[in-house]
């Protein structure tokens, strides 16, 4: 996607933020001169598991998952992001292809550089290096407290912190309470590793706890402190 110069510097001015702070005028100039946007329909695969990792995606706009197929197809979400996160880096730095995926929840516009351009800026520019660093060390740790999650807590526990999960991604509507992103009933079991049928059911609970109430896919909830608690005791 073309766009002209002063819009495209402030796209990454905003959108960059973090990076861009960090850059000098020349570097900045090399970034614009790589950076290309991208739109995404929903449901569309971004990159595929297996892929070489060519590019740093940034979230601009929309919402994105990561997630791996498991045995017999089953789809495990790992993560989900908001605007502005940055994507798809990892792989490059352990020089391996990707292991997971990225597709769209919904349509979504994503900024790329090539990963060679971020190589070059981060071997002149230490700020940027430490960026890095620290987005990956924050990523790790919340990695290992999710492997945790899954293997010590219940159902009841797994689902809550998936709904609040979303809370903390999203946030809410103007009403301050519905979540501010619509998933199929899949996509939440997927969320918190459980069969569709043990998500539906588990909602239902929720539902008839007075913890949350179903519309089709929005979700509104009623009693969060009690959610935090369920999520916190498994």
């Keep these: 996607m073309m766009l002209k110069k002063s819009s495209l510097e402030n796209i ?5 933020s973090e990076i861009w702070a960090l850059l000098t005028p020349e570097e900045k100039r090399h970034l614009a001169d790589n950076f290309v946007i991208h739109k995404f329909k929903r449901n569309q695969i971004i990159y595929a598991e297996g892929d070489e990792p060519e590019y740093l995606w940034c979230l601009l706009e929309g919402k994105v998952k990561k997630f791996k197929d498991g045995v017999g197809g089953r789809q495990q979400i790992l993560r989900v992001y908001r605007p502005i996160q940055y994507i798809g880096y990892r792989a490059y730095f352990a020089k391996e292809r990707y292991v997971t995926s990225i597709s769209a929840f919904e349509p979504s516009t994503l900024g790329a550089i090539p990963m060679s351009i971020v190589e070059e800026l981060i ?7 430490w960026f890095f660093i620290h987005e990956l060390s924050r990523h790790l740790g ?42 199929a009933r899949e996509d939440i079991a997927n969320l918190s590793n459980m069969t569709t049928s043990n998500a539906i059911r588990t909602l239902s609970t929720f539902v008839a706890e007075k913890l949350i109430t179903v519309d089709g896919r929005r979700i509104k909830i009623i009693n969060e402190p009690m959610l935090r608690k369920i999520s916190k005791f498994g």
């Design 12 to 16: 990454l001015s905003e959108g960059l």
């Design 142 to 183: 919340g990695s290992d407290t999710k492997i945790v999650n899954l293997t010590q807590k219940h159902i009841r526990g797994r689902l809550a912190e998936a709904l609040l999960i979303l809370v903390d991604s999203y946030g809410f509507e103007e009403d301050g309470q519905t979540i501010k992103i619509f998933m």
């Design 123 to 129: 071997n002149k520019n230490r700020e940027l290096a």
